[in-house]
T-cell receptor, first 114, second 115 residues
Framework: SQKIEQNSEALNIQEGKTATLTCNYTNYSPAYLQWYRQDPGRGPVFLLLIRENEKEKRKERLKVTFDTTLKQSLFHITASQPADSATYLCAPEGVSGGYNKLIFGAGTRLAVHP | GAVVSQHPSWVICKSGTSVKIECRSLDFQATTMFWYRQFPKQSLMLMATSNEGSKATYEQGVEKDKFLINHASLTLSTLTVTSAHPEDSSFYIC???????????FGPGTRLTVT
């Protein structure tokens, strides 16, 4: 079955450092992959989408890579700030039952300390 | 742009009653909407996919007679939890896919508590 794995442990880093979050997927080949941020008690907020033919995508302090050979995506936040503290969800897209749908990882909780 | 709203944001109901949750795409048309539920400290679990004007497609293990989904227009989908029980208490989140068919935008979620 399709499976998504993200760092299960919380990631604690110092303000100003770069945070790197990992997403590995198995048993399928997504056409694209999306990253979301979720704060407690709130719905996910879309951050970035990267397609299978794109190696890297950037948006302000965010950078996402997509390695279809390793079946892995890395999500980087540079110059991290305490306001970046949240849970980050990886969601590769797959096709099941004739429909495109996102399959979510469990998320990685990031805590940026001043 | 790309705002999805949900109403209500939280609801408390008695066991055995039904609750309706609305999901609207405010500034774009969405041919496809999705309903998820999320338990504390767990990931989002897809419940069903709804396409405007047709029947929803439910994920395995989700009771279609209990979770009624209606997608009557390109900007509105509703989820009705029928005969709610305490085990239905959860955080329900909808999302809408834009017409380009790629990015999914999520609503703020509805906290349902069944007493």
């Amino acid at each position: 079955s399709q499976k998504i794995e993200q760092n299960s442990e919380a990631l604690n880093i110092q303000e100003g450092k770069t945070a790197t979050l990992t997403c590995n997927y198995t048993n399928y080949s997504p056409a694209y992959l999306q990253w979301y941020r979720q704060d407690p008690g709130r719905g996910p907020v879309f951050l970035l989408l990267i397609r299978e033919n794109e190696k890297e995508k950037r948006k302000e302090r965010l950078k996402v890579t997509f390695d279809t050979t390793l079946k892995q995506s890395l999500f980087h936040i540079t110059a991290s700030q305490p306001a970046d503290s949240a849970t980050y969800l990886c969601a590769p897209e797959g096709v099941s039952g004739g429909y495109n749908k996102l399959i979510f990882g469990a998320g990685t909780r990031l805590a940026v300390h001043p | 742009g790309a705002v999805v709203s949900q109403h209500p944001s939280w609801v408390i109901c008695k066991s055995g009653t039904s609750v309706k949750i609305e999901c609207r795409s405010l500034d774009f048309q969405a041919t496809t909407m999705f309903w998820y539920r999320q338990f504390p400290k767990q990931s989002l679990m897809l419940m069903a996919t709804s396409n405007e004007g047709s029947k929803a497609t439910y994920e395995q293990g989700v009771e279609k007679d209990k979770f009624l989904i209606n997608h009557a227009s390109l900007t509105l989908s509703t989820l009705t939890v029928t005969s709610a029980h305490p085990e239905d208490s959860s955080f329900y989140i909808c999302s809408a896919r834009d017409l380009a068919g790629e990015v999914q935008y999520f609503g703020p979620g509805t906290r349902l508590t069944v007493t």
